[in-house]
């Protein structure tokens, strides 16, 4: 049920004419990169539909541009599928991988990887291309964002290797979910994916960056809504519903109602602030070329807040009936069928 469940948007997400072009090609790319190293784990990532995911998050970007950023975009999903609280002794070697790629974007371009790993070499050759034209704030914007994602993801780890994983107070469970969902860099791509940079002024106003907030928040519990029977069925108890239902002691039923609620209010609390953007650019005295940055900085949030919505109503990623070698691992706290960390 909690994938089938609405939400009222008032965005349109156009969807990238450049998407066949670049799904093939990117496909193709998981495949040689061996992200992916079984037919059965090719198939489960073929049903997740991430090249549709990003077509939608990143409508404007050229036909190249856009292969680019699918590979991109595959990186956090199957970096994510690595973890597996039934074997706390992989914390280490997730440690050890997250900070290789918290580095890359560090180092000088070029640089080849140190942890030597399918994910780490993908990542080197993808950053390659992502800051390819981007200035050094953007990179560094884009970089610090990024690092916050995987450290999250390493304390992820950790709780869920110390058994701790729901002791997560409803309030500590919203600031690690902001970290954990992504949300941040993959708004900085969308201005690479247009070849546009937000002013700095604006980006460091208290209203853009309440914005992007209160997107990650938005995009974090619709994501925990859809993929909640997924994450159930796998023992994950990193989701909304989970902690709504442990701290308030009700009923699946109504967690998955409250859910809804406080998604609402932070959507409702986004759009207010939406409309006082043109304020804000009056009050740093915007010129018109910058005013227009602005405004396509807006779309970006708008872009992945309706795209990745869209998404998660059809993705096989999320479904709640599963078959085959990949849901029988699931089931049996096995992890994932491909094992990316190692050479």
């Known amino acids: 049920m909690p994938q089938d469940v609405r939400f009222d948007l008032p965005f349109d997400t156009?969807?990238?004419?450049?998407?066949?072009?670049?799904?093939?090609?990117?496909?193709?790319?998981?495949?040689?990169?061996?992200?992916?190293?079984?037919?059965?784990?090719?198939?489960?990532?073929?049903s997740w539909d991430l090249p549709l995911a990003a077509a939608r998050t990143y409508p404007h970007a050229s036909a190249e541009d856009m292969v680019v950023l699918m590979n991109?975009?595959?990186?956090?999903?199957?970096?994510?599928?690595q973890f597996d609280a039934g074997r706390p002794d992989r914390a280490d070697r997730i440690a050890e991988v997250a900070r290789e790629l918290i580095a890359t974007p560090l180092?000088?371009?070029?640089?080849?990887?140190?942890?030597?790993?399918?994910?780490?070499?993908?990542?080197?050759?993808?950053?390659?291309?992502?800051?390819?034209?981007?200035?050094?704030?953007?990179?560094?914007?884009?970089?610090?964002?990024?690092?916050r994602f995987l450290v999250a993801h390493c304390e992820e780890v950790d709780l869920a290797a110390r058994g701790l994983e729901g002791t997560l107070a409803l309030d500590e469970y919203t600031a690690f979910r902001r970290r954990t969902v992504g949300i941040h860099h993959s708004i900085d791509a969308g201005e690479r994916s247009r070849g546009f940079e937000v002013p700095a002024q604006a980006m460091a106003h208290p209203v853009m960056e309440r914005m992007r907030d209160l997107?990650?928040?938005?995009?974090?519990?619709?994501?925990?809504?859809?993929?909640?029977?997924?994450?159930?069925?796998?023992?994950?108890?990193?989701?909304?519903?989970?902690?709504?239902?442990?701290?308030?002691?009700?009923?699946?039923?109504?967690?998955?109602?409250?859910?809804?609620?406080?998604?609402?209010?932070?959507?409702?609390?986004?759009?207010?602030?939406?409309?006082?953007?043109?304020?804000?650019?009056?009050?740093?005295?915007?010129?018109d070329a910058e005013r227009d940055r602005v405004r396509m900085g807006v779309e970006v949030i708008q872009h992945w807040i309706n795209g990745n919505y869209e998404w998660a109503l059809t993705t096989g990623r999320y479904a709640a009936a599963k078959e085959g070698p990949v849901a029988t691992a699931e089931l049996a706290g096995r992890g994932p069928v491909d094992d990316l960390l190692s050479v």
């Open 14 to 46: 156009p969807v990238s004419e450049h998407l066949e072009f670049a799904r093939a090609r990117h496909l193709r790319w998981v495949w040689d990169m061996r992200l992916v190293r079984s037919r059965e784990g090719f198939e489960e990532y073929k």
């Open 215 to 287: 997107a990650a928040d938005t995009i974090g519990f619709m994501n925990d809504i859809h993929s909640f029977e997924r994450e159930k069925r796998r023992g994950d108890g990193h989701n909304l519903i989970a902690v709504l239902r442990r701290e308030r002691g009700c009923s699946w039923q109504e967690a998955v109602d409250e859910a809804y609620r406080l998604t609402i209010g932070c959507l409702d609390e986004y759009l207010e602030l939406q409309e006082s953007v043109p304020r804000m650019c009056d009050e740093l005295r915007l010129d």
């Open 72 to 81: 991109w975009f595959s990186l956090a999903f199957l970096f994510d599928d």
């Open 107 to 147: 180092r000088p371009a070029g640089s080849p990887p140190r942890v030597v790993c399918p994910i780490s070499l993908a990542w080197a050759e993808v950053w390659n291309h992502l800051s390819n034209g981007m200035s050094l704030t953007w990179q560094t914007r884009f970089a610090a964002s990024w690092g």
